[in-house]
Structures are given as structure tokens and as C-alpha cells.
């Protein structure tokens, strides 16, 4: 039966076609050269690993001798890339150079009249049904017999190369504004280093003009009031209410609404609702590495949400400042040594154990220059981070509505 998408561009109207890709295109799997022979390493072929089959460079490389002396096949730029085995298995390339292949990556050179980047993108979108129909509980490997039987839907070929340079440009999008993302987050991680004191110094490295004072100590609980949050039991929860802030309201850093947030009846809440500049914090956690987690709730309307029991809630003055001290490395050690989990225990940050903590801090004066300056660059990280979230979400709906 001939199918069409959901979506298309304008002026196409032909039915597509089904096809084997064992019938539409040519593939062949790699080797790997013998580890324990040195001569087979450190040439100038690039030796393609599947972790690596959307890079440019590579950690391997190989000799001609490698080369010959192994079942290592070369590949060309631009062609499709596909992970068989392990972690990576379905994950999806385009060679970014020319180089060698393993046995763990299929390499796929489309036939004429058949597009490699139409094909890479249905690959993509088919990547779990792929793996659910295959790899059952996500054990064991794909084969180039596996994927030489996929069954793919195809247009003419002009339809295939606009939808493949769509996907192109939707591509190259995303990965503008990841490396953005990527770029300020090293740049946000390089100035907390510069603009706090390290150990053993009583003054940053960079400072704003006209500062010139040394940093005093403070205890966190001086300069800071932490709050618990409120225990609930299953009977106050209800459609709508309170809102009770949990863990999953922080994403990367910043505060957020979640699809999934909880309500409870408002007589079930003995608390101080949180205020616009608290710092949300995660105090308890069945995943140890999100214990400690923080993030300023920038919007919330007064009374409408309080903090769940596994949450702390800072309030203090310098808000900005203290928020960005949280992410120096005085915290991170402090994270570290107090917030105890593993060997399947929830991780637990104490309280008392966070007021206690002794830290160094400017005037306020200082401290608002340096909050203001933080507060700008967690701007500019949402911002990159929700367009390439959004972007994301774009490409995963056309993929469906592109594609039979």
C-alpha cells in the first residue's frame, strides 16, 4: 500500500515507495588492527570508533600497515555512519572525515536516485522502534543484516534531498546554539574559578575596578536563612492547590515549572510560602549526584508554592551572589564531603551541616557587581538552552510528520 506523510512541501504530491535498504544501497562493516602490533598505530588514517561517527577528529589512528594487515575498511566523507554495538547501538553519522571503521560501525552508501541525508535522518527517527523490535531490554547488537532488511518509504528523489536538506539546516541550527550553550557554560565555570577566592587566598584572581578589600569569613547560616519543606502524605495531594516545589523544578541550574509538579489542599500547608529571589536547593535525593542542586526561582507568584520535605529554601539579600557562590568551588567540595549516599541510599545535604559552612565573602557592594555579573550569564545560558531545547523538540515532531 502506497503512503504519504503528515507534512510536505509544497509541490509534491507523488506516492512513496517501500524498499528493502539492502536494495537500495551498498554497506559493509570494519575491522579492528591487532592492539598488541605498535606499527599498526599513530599513522595518518584516521581509525573511526563508534562513539566518534558524528566527529572530527579522532583518538585513533592508523598506519597503511594497520590498514592492510586487519578487516579496517575506509569510508568517505559524507557517508552514513550507523552504530551496531553497545551503548551507541542506532546512534547515527555523517563521516565528518575520511578515514577507517571497526567492526562495531555499518558504513551505508546510498545507490543513485536515493539521498544519504534523507536516509540518515529516517534512520534517526527510527532509532527506538529500531531498537525495541531488535535489541530486546536494550541487550545485544544490531548487524548489517538487520539493517539491510529495514524497510524504509521513500519519495522521488528531489522530495528526499528537501526533506534531507531541511533536516540539514535544522541540524546545523542545533548546533550552533549547543556549542553556544556549551561555550558560556566554560566560560560561567572559568569565571566562578577567577572571581572567588581559591584555597588559601582571601582574594579573588579578577575583581571589578575598586575593589581592593580582602573577603571576609561568614558562616553560610549568617548571611543565609535555610528552611525545611514541607512533609505531605498522599491524601493532600489534589489537581490543584499549592504548588510544592521538588527536585525536578531545577533543570540545569535554573528553576522551572514541571509537567509533573504536585499540588496539595492549602490547609495541608504549615509553611511560609517561597518568594520570588529564594534559592531552591535539593537536600535529599535517591540520585546522590542531584543532592545539592540549586537554582533562583526568578517568577513565582506570592503564596501560590512551597518547598517539598526533600527541598531546602534559602532566602538571603545578595541573592545573586549567593546563588553563584553555590556553584564555586567552596560548595562543590562541600557537596562532596557532606551529602552522603551510594550503595543504593538516598543522598542527604543536612541543614545545620550547610548553615555551619564557613565561606568567604566581599562587601555588599561587591557582592552586587559580582551577582549582577552571574545573573547576565545564567541569562544568556537559559536562553541558548531553551532555544536548542525547542529546536529539539521541533525536529523530533517533524521527524514523525516528515517521514511515513
Request: hydrophobic share 35%.
Amino acid at each position: 500500500m502506497n503512503k504519504t506523510p503528515a507534512v510536505r512541501f509544497i509541490g509534491f504530491a507523488e506516492d512513496w515507495e517501500q524498499r528493502k535498504l539492502g536494495e537500495v544501497s551498498e554497506s559493509y562493516s570494519g575491522g579492528t588492527p591487532s592492539v598488541g602490533v605498535k606499527e599498526y598505530y599513530g599513522g595518518q588514517i584516521p581509525f573511526i570508533r563508534s562513539a566518534e561517527i558524528n566527529s572530527e577528529i579522532t583518538e585513533l589512528s592508523l598506519t597503511e600497515g594497520g590498514l592492510k594487515n586487519s578487516s579496517a575498511r575506509l569510508v568517505d566523507v559524507g557517508d552514513i555512519l550507523y552504530a551496531l554495538y553497545g551503548a551507541t547501538s542506532g546512534e547515527v553519522g555523517r563521516a565528518r572525515l575520511k578515514g577507517a571503521i571497526n567492526q562495531a560501525i555499518l558504513a551505508i552508501k546510498p545507490h543513485a536516485g536515493y539521498d544519504s541525508e534523507y536516509l540518515a535522518q529516517w534512520l534517526r527517527k527510527s532509532k527506538h522502534s529500531i531498537i525495541e523490535t531488535y535489541l530486546q531490554g536494550g541487550q545485544g547488537n544490531l548487524s548489517g543484516t538487520i539493517v539491510k532488511e529495514l524497510s524504509v518509504d521513500f519519495p522521488l528523489l528531489k522530495e528526499q534531498q528537501t526533506i534531507g536538506n531541511f533536516f540539514s539546516q535544522l541540524d546545523h541550527l542545533i548546533t550552533f546554539h549547543q556549542r553556544k550553550y556549551e561555550k558560556l557554560k566554560n566560560i560561567k565555570k572559568s569565571m566562578l574559578e577567577k572571581m572567588f577566592p581559591k584555597n588559601g587566598s582571601n582574594v579573588p584572581e579578577i575583581r571589578f575596578k575598586r575593589f581592593t578589600d580582602a573577603w571576609e569569613q561568614r558562616k553560610f547560616g549568617d548571611i543565609v536563612q535555610t528552611r525545611r519543606g514541607l512533609t505531605y502524605k498522599p491524601t493532600d495531594i489534589e489537581e490543584s492547590g499549592i504548588r510544592v516545589l521538588r527536585s525536578s523544578n531545577i533543570d540545569e541550574d535554573t528553576f522551572v515549572y514541571g509537567v509533573d509538579d504536585v499540588f496539595v489542599n492549602p490547609y495541608a500547608v504549615n509553611i511560609e510560602p517561597v518568594r520570588k529571589n529564594d534559592i531552591l536547593i535539593t537536600s535529599a535525593n535517591g540520585s546522590s549526584r542531584l543532592v545539592g542542586k540549586h537554582a533562583l526561582i526568578k517568577k513565582i507568584s506570592d503564596g501560590s508554592a512551597v518547598h517539598g520535605g526533600f527541598m531546602l529554601l534559602g532566602r538571603t539579600k545578595n541573592y545573586d551572589f549567593v546563588n553563584a557562590s553555590m556553584s564555586s568551588s567552596w560548595y562543590t567540595k562541600f557537596i562532596n564531603v557532606f551529602a552522603a549516599g551510594g550503595n543504593g541510599a538516598i543522598g542527604n545535604l543536612n541543614k545545620n551541616d550547610l548553615d555551619e559552612q564557613v565561606i568567604l565573602i566581599p562587601d555588599d557592594a561587591e557582592q552586587i557587581k559580582i551577582g549582577e555579573y552571574f545573573a547576565a550569564l545564567d541569562n544568556l545560558i537559559t536562553l541558548h538552552h531553551r532555544k536548542l531545547k525547542k529546536l529539539e523538540q521541533i525536529k523530533q515532531a517533524m521527524l514523525h510528520k516528515m517521514f511515513v
